[in-house]
Every structure is written in structure tokens, then in C-alpha cells.
């Protein structure tokens, strides 16, 4: 069974501050660990993934997430948020294979000007 | 690569009527489609998986005589709102998952529709 929680529903930053968005997974498989983003009246878009090769994952628009197997943890950041960066993130873990995917509550990231 | 399209994007409909909406891979074929529904500011909520060539999988709790899902293709999926009422509102995403050769791998990672938004009214 797999299982993800998102702590905190949502994050507020400044803008040029640190985003810093947590991710906790449980899977009985080696995972495979995503985050997605969501604008407002879209789709899900990938901004990374994890997939057994390097623990440090870069993504798109500079974020950037850390495996760490003893934490069971897989927490997103970016050194300096920008306006754009307001939106909904989704982690989500997998087993791969014919495992479904699972997603988080979702964390919504305000940026303050 | 590994692009999904959904249309229609907006969908308005008068109760009582069916709405379809489709989703397709554009770029690689998908045995595996999958159809969530999005209340505002909540996660996906995974309705069924859709199979090329079979019966879908609905989650429990989901109508499968409201929600009809037809993946009759390798690169396209439909879900059709039979009778949708005002409560059926929603926002509607499909997503793909690779594995097949010649695609993306089949590691867990999803590829979205745009997303639809049905209102009816």
C-alpha cells in the first residue's frame, strides 16, 4: 500500500524567499515519487520525478526535490520564489509497474510581492 | 514528447443532457488511461481507470451507469456525464500512463489533459 501527505494546505512566501513544500510518503515497493504543479483551470503539469537514479532531483522553474529513504520523505524547494510560482503543488509516490498513482492533498504556495 | 489533449476545454449543458468529453495521446499510445474529478481547491479524485479493449475499473462509490468511460483505442479515451444534473459539475482531467515501446517508460508518471470544466445548469 502507498500512501502521501502533504503537510500544510498552504504555504505562504515572499517573493525572492525560499519555497520550501513538504512531501511524506509510506510504499511498500521502491518508489517512484512526483511533484506536479496545477494553475487555475488546468491540467496537472510534471515538475519532477524520482525514479531510483539520483536522490537530488532537479525540475523545471528551478525547484528542485530531495530523496531521503530514512526520512520516507521527498520535500520541494526553490531558492527564491518568483509571482509565477502561485499555484497548487501535488506530490504523489507510485510503485511503478501496475501500482495507481497516488496523490497528496495538494499544497497551495502563495507569493507575496 | 508524451502530450495529452482533453476537449472540450468549458462545457456548459442544461440538465438532464450527456456531455462527452475525450481525452488523447497524441504522441504515444496509452493502454492505461485514468479520469479524475476536482472539487475546487481539493486533490484529484481518481474515478476509474480506463483500459484499451476492456471494461473500465470504477472506484468505489463511482456511478458506472453515469460516468460511461469507452477507451476503444490505443490513444483515446472518452467519459461521457449521462443525465448530468447541477451536482455533476465539476472539473474533469484524464491522464496517460506510458509502458508501451516506443513510449515513455511505465514508472508511475502521468501524463494530464488540459482539464475539462462541465457546469450544468
Same mark, same amino acid.
Given at each position: 500500500?502507498?500512501?502521501?501527505?502533504?503537510?500544510?494546505?498552504?504555504?505562504?512566501?515572499?517573493?525572492?524567499a525560499l519555497v520550501l513544500l513538504r512531501c511524506n510518503y509510506s510504499s511498500s515497493v521502491p518508489p517512484y515519487l512526483f511533484w506536479y504543479v496545477q494553475y487555475p483551470n488546468q491540467g496537472l503539469q510534471l515538475l519532477l520525478k524520482y525514479t531510483s537514479a539520483a536522490t537530488l532531483v532537479k525540475g523545471i522553474n528551478g525547484f528542485e526535490a530531495e530523496f531521503k529513504k530514512s526520512e520516507t520523505s521527498f520535500h520541494l524547494t526553490k531558492p527564491s520564489a518568483h509571482m509565477s510560482d502561485a499555484a497548487e503543488y501535488f506530490c504523489a509516490v507510485s510503485g511503478g509497474g501496475g501500482f495507481k498513482t497516488i496523490f497528496g492533498a495538494g499544497t497551495r504556495l502563495f507569493v507575496k510581492a | 514528447g508524451a502530450v495529452v489533449s482533453q476537449h472540450p476545454s468549458w462545457v456548459i449543458c442544461k440538465s438532464g443532457t450527456s456531455v462527452k468529453i475525450e481525452c488523447r495521446s497524441l504522441d504515444f499510445q496509452a493502454t492505461t488511461m485514468f479520469w479524475y474529478r476536482q472539487f475546487p481547491k481539493q486533490s484529484l479524485m481518481l474515478m476509474a481507470t480506463s483500459n484499451e479493449g476492456s471494461k473500465a475499473t470504477y472506484e468505489q462509490g463511482v456511478e458506472k451507469d453515469k460516468f460511461l468511460i469507452?477507451? *476503444?483505442?490505443?490513444?483515446? !479515451?472518452?467519459?461521457?456525464?449521462?443525465? *448530468?444534473?447541477?451536482?455533476? !459539475?465539476?472539473?474533469y482531467i484524464c491522464s496517460a500512463r506510458g509502458g508501451l515501446a516506443g513510449g515513455p517508460a511505465n514508472t508511475g508518471e502521468l501524463f494530464f489533459g488540459e482539464g475539462s470544466r462541465l457546469t450544468v445548469l
Amino acid at each position: 500500500a502507498q500512501s502521501v501527505t502533504q503537510l500544510g494546505s498552504h504555504v505562504s512566501v515572499s517573493e525572492g524567499a525560499l519555497v520550501l513544500l513538504r512531501c511524506n510518503y509510506s510504499s511498500s515497493v521502491p518508489p517512484y515519487l512526483f511533484w506536479y504543479v496545477q494553475y487555475p483551470n488546468q491540467g496537472l503539469q510534471l515538475l519532477l520525478k524520482y525514479t531510483s537514479a539520483a536522490t537530488l532531483v532537479k525540475g523545471i522553474n528551478g525547484f528542485e526535490a530531495e530523496f531521503k529513504k530514512s526520512e520516507t520523505s521527498f520535500h520541494l524547494t526553490k531558492p527564491s520564489a518568483h509571482m509565477s510560482d502561485a499555484a497548487e503543488y501535488f506530490c504523489a509516490v507510485s510503485g511503478g509497474g501496475g501500482f495507481k498513482t497516488i496523490f497528496g492533498a495538494g499544497t497551495r504556495l502563495f507569493v507575496k510581492a | 514528447g508524451a502530450v495529452v489533449s482533453q476537449h472540450p476545454s468549458w462545457v456548459i449543458c442544461k440538465s438532464g443532457t450527456s456531455v462527452k468529453i475525450e481525452c488523447r495521446s497524441l504522441d504515444f499510445q496509452a493502454t492505461t488511461m485514468f479520469w479524475y474529478r476536482q472539487f475546487p481547491k481539493q486533490s484529484l479524485m481518481l474515478m476509474a481507470t480506463s483500459n484499451e479493449g476492456s471494461k473500465a475499473t470504477y472506484e468505489q462509490g463511482v456511478e458506472k451507469d453515469k460516468f460511461l468511460i469507452n477507451h *476503444a483505442s490505443l490513444t483515446l !479515451s472518452t467519459l461521457t456525464v449521462t443525465s *448530468a444534473h447541477p451536482e455533476d !459539475s465539476s472539473f474533469y482531467i484524464c491522464s496517460a500512463r506510458g509502458g508501451l515501446a516506443g513510449g515513455p517508460a511505465n514508472t508511475g508518471e502521468l501524463f494530464f489533459g488540459e482539464g475539462s470544466r462541465l457546469t450544468v445548469l
